[in-house]
């Protein structure tokens, strides 16, 4: 089943005189059970890219659907609520309300989406290796910590897209294993997973990768 797809997407922006193409007529689509990795070089369009898949962003052409609904050119309260229900977003940074715990700031977003559920609050806590940190606020975290917290608030409602951009990034290697697992269990319950990443580990992971540069695809394995 396709969870997303990105139609000839185009993206520019203008500070004052100069034109960024930001993104260039980028199409692409992820099933169901799928994870798939997108690289590219800083600049290249893939935070823009995820920002315009999860109607965070509207792209100046080409549309979006997820779950065959159309997110792209509608109000945003409509957008809102199709990504409340539908789409986690964990972004570089921005992730957690500052005066929330790490504990609060997942258990808000499970009712905001009216999705409560103590017993995946738990594991997903300690599959992002938080156990230690759960009661922590965002001030005394580690670039990692804040990181594997944005993650866990991307997935606390249970998403069917979940678009994360370097949730693996300042992290050691068992812990980005342990991240690993906890996508690829996410993934095998039927929902799609769309992972910027500058890690081999996680794009050799993931069951696709896609290249970004300059604001568009340059291949598709
Ligand atoms: P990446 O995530 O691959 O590093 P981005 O999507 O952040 O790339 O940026 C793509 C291009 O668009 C870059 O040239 C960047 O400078 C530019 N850009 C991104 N956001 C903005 C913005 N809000 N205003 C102006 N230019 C932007
Ligand atoms: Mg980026």
Known sequence: ???????????????????T?????????????????????SGSGKTTLLSCLSGLDEPDGGYVTIMGKHI????????AKIRAQMVGIMLQSGNLFGHLSVEDNIKLQMHLSGKIDTVWLDKLIEEVGLTERRYAFPMHLSG????RAGLAVAMAAKPVLLLADEPTGEVDFNT????LSLLDEYRKKGNAVLIVTH??????FANRIIHLFDGRIVNNE
């Open 1 to 19: 089943m396709r969870i997303v797809e990105a139609f000839d997407i185009y993206r520019f922006y203008h500070v004052e005189e100069e034109e």
């Open 21 to 41: 193409l930001a993104l260039r007529g980028v199409s692409l689509s992820v099933e169901s059970e799928e994870i798939v990795a997108v690289q590219g070089p």
């Open 72 to 79: 792209t050119r509608k109000p945003e309260v409509e957008r």
């Open 144 to 147: 990692g910590e804040s990181a």
């Open 176 to 179: 980005e294993k342990q991240i």
């Open 199 to 204: 890690s081999n580990a996680v794009a050799n």
